[in-house]
C-alpha cells in the first residue's frame, strides 16, 4: 500500500551517477540529467536530488574567491 514505486529506474543507474560524480565532482543535477537522457533513461532532476538524499551526498558548490576579512561581502 502506497509507498515509492518509481524510485527502482533511477537506482538501476546508482553505478552510472555515481560514476558521473566521481569523474566531475563539481557536476550539476542538470548535467546529470541530461548524461542520463542519452543513455535513454528520462528522469527528472528532482527524482536525482532525491537519489543523492537518501545516500546523504550532498553537492555543495565551494566559493570562488577567499573570504575577505576586512570587509564582509555579505
Known amino acids: 500500500m502506497g509507498g515509492d514505486r518509481r524510485s527502482g529506474r ?3 543507474q546508482a ?6 560524480l566521481e569523474s566531475k565532482p563539481d557536476i550539476t543535477l ?3 540529467e ?3 537522457a542519452e ?4 528522469v527528472s532532476s528532482t527524482s536525482i536530488w532525491r537519489f543523492f538524499d537518501r ?3 550532498t553537492l555543495k558548490k565551494s566559493r570562488r ?3 575577505n576579512r576586512a570587509v564582509p561581502t555579505s
Open 39 to 42: 543513455r535513454g533513461v528520462v
Open 15 to 20: 553505478e552510472v551517477i555515481l560514476g558521473l
Open 10 to 12: 533511477i537506482e538501476q
Open 30 to 32: 542538470a548535467e546529470i
Open 65 to 67: 574567491t577567499r573570504t
Open 55 to 57: 545516500r546523504r551526498i
Open 34 to 36: 541530461a548524461a542520463l
